[in-house]
T-cell receptor
Framework: NAGVTQTPKFQVLKTGQSMTLQCAQD?????MYWYRQDPGMGLRLIYY???????DKGEVPNGYNVSRLNKREFSLRLESAAPSQTSVYFC?????????????????FGPGTRLTVT | AQSVTQLGSHVSVSEGALVLLRCNYS??????LFWYVQYPNQGLQLLLK??????LVKGINGFEAEFKKSETSFHLTKPSAHMSDAAEYFC??????????FGKGTKLSVKP
């Protein structure tokens, strides 16, 4: 049981390049999330997927696209990277069928992708 | 709308001293509250969660938090700090769309 996995762990891009960050979970969770973490800003939600086949914008969606490929996988794409997208990106998942109350909110996080855009 | 405020971006304590990390929330409905810990270069790990079953919640590594509705607070405490507690701590509240809304985090330093 690997939990939430993310690839790659590190990436350096030049301005204007594109890339896709991959995330997978093996906990049979319904919901998946992408966050970015910047010093002093906490975690900010980029996009989330409440269930397979649905995606919604979070707090900071500009410059990003997502795909919920299936129940397990949720990818984040940067079409034209900018230096302002230098950050640490975390994927998380939550919510098994039958979860109630706080269990539906409890999120499990991947180890993160450290992205630098020069 | 739900929100979380963590007072103090940095807290420093001596080894063996009390740890107190402050969190205040705003929520129009009974909240689900969480504390997460992040060790350097790692993802976030759940410390504890408030589910309304009890106001004093015990978590991992000797941490606990008390839900005080009158003060809209959910402060995190540990009686005796250990060097291994040095990390960043995030308070979070359940949002209206099933997501979590995080505070900006408090970095805890532990001095020998």
């Amino acid at each position: 049981n690997a939990g939430v996995t993310q690839t790659p762990k590190f990436q350096v891009l030049k301005t204007g390049q594109s890339m896709t960050l991959q995330c997978a979970q093996d906990m049979n969770h319904n919901s998946m999330y992408w966050y970015r973490q910047d010093p002093g800003m906490g975690l900010r939600l980029i996009y989330y997927s409440a269930s397979e086949g649905t995606t919604d914008k979070g707090e900071v969606p500009n410059g990003y696209n997502v795909s919920r490929l299936n129940k397990r996988e949720f990818s984040l794409r940067l079409e034209s990277a900018a230096p302002s997208q230098t950050s640490v990106y975390f994927c998380a998942s939550s919510g098994r069928q039958g979860d109630l109350g706080a269990g539906t909110y409890e999120q499990y996080f991947g180890p993160g992708t450290r992205l630098t855009v020069t | 709308a739900q929100s979380v405020t963590q007072l103090g971006s940095h807290v420093s304590v001596s080894e063996g001293a009390l740890v107190l990390l402050r969190c205040n929330y705003s929520s129009s409905v009974p909240p689900y509250l969480f504390w997460y810990v992040q060790y350097p270069n790692q993802g976030l790990q759940l410390l504890l969660k408030y589910t309304s079953a009890a106001t004093l919640v015990k978590g991992i590594n000797g941490f606990e938090a008390e839900f005080k509705k009158s003060e809209t607070s959910f402060h995190l405490t540990k009686p005796s700090a250990h060097m291994s507690d040095a990390a960043e701590y995030f308070c979070a509240v359940g949002g209206s769309q099933g997501n979590l809304i995080f505070g900006k985090g408090t970095k805890l330093s532990v001095k020998p």
